[in-house]
């Protein structure tokens, strides 16, 4: 079973980029990943799904802003001019076989 | 345009059934290409999946909650149900329900319902 590893909290100031990482435990390192976005109060949206070659896909209407990369076990998402309704809290999501695993969250403050 | 309704009771009491439906419309539950689950969020915490149902009927629990949990599927109704037995405050969370894709290697959730709290209290 795949572990998701997340910062708890992360800030950047309006305007400015920022990265959040999600970290997938040892052996499963060439998981698919995707991410979502809980707003406050909010229930979560998708934003994308991100494979270990740095690929992603992602849902209908996000913006160009969001993006995602990868490097070994870590998965990326990069936000630019950011906004303030970015501010939320951010999870990753994986599966195997049929069995899903979310991470911890990161909450990201836009300062 | 996709739309997962969650309903049921926002009170629970300790020791009794949790029960709530999802409805989708907008699309059919009856889809090869999906399965369908739910997922909780206890009040400031993070996301827990608790199960998931493709429209044959065969189901998928997360290990910690199997012994309690049952999900079942109305295709008739295009829609999708949760029961949680003994449940206990433990329990208190925001339920979603969500639709997740079944491509092979690609499985991620990429709707999610508006989410219902309830609460477990005498």
């Known amino acids: 079973q795949p572990v998701l590893t997340q910062s708890s909290s992360a800030s950047a100031s309006l305007g400015s980029s920022v990265k959040l990482t999600c970290t997938l435990s040892s052996g499963h390192r060439n998981y698919i990943i995707a991410w979502h976005q809980q707003q406050p109060g909010k229930a979560p949206r998708y934003l994308m799904k991100l494979e270990g070659s740095g690929s992603y896909n992602k849902g209908s209407g996000v913006p160009d802003r969001f993006s995602g990369s990868s490097s070994g076990a870590d998965r990326y998402l990069t936000i630019s001019n950011l906004q303030s309704e970015d501010e939320a809290d951010y999870y990753c999501?994986?599966?195997?076989?049929?069995?899903?695993?979310f991470g911890g969250g990161t909450k990201l403050t836009v300062l | 345009q996709l739309q997962l309704q969650e309903s049921g009771p926002g009170l629970v009491k300790p020791s009794e059934t949790l029960s709530l439906n999802c409805t989708v419309s907008g699309g059919s539950i009856s889809s090869t290409v999906y399965y369908w689950g739910w997922i909780r969020q206890p009040p400031g915490k993070g996301l827990e999946w608790i199960g998931s149902?493709?429209?044959?009927?065969?189901?998928y629990y997360n290990p910690s909650l199997k012994s309690r949990v049952t999900i079942s599927v109305d295709t008739s109704k295009n829609q999708f149900s949760l029961k949680l037995s003994s449940v206990t405050a433990a329990d208190t969370a925001v339920y979603y329900c969500?639709?997740?894709?079944?491509?092979?290697?690609?499985?991620?959730?990429?709707?999610w319902g508006q989410g219902t709290l309830v609460t477990v209290s005498s």
């Open positions: 149902i493709y429209y044959s009927g065969s189901t």
């Open positions: 999501e994986t599966w195997d076989s049929n069995s899903w695993v």
């Open positions: 969500a639709r997740h894709v079944a491509a092979t290697g690609t499985r991620m959730i990429d709707y």
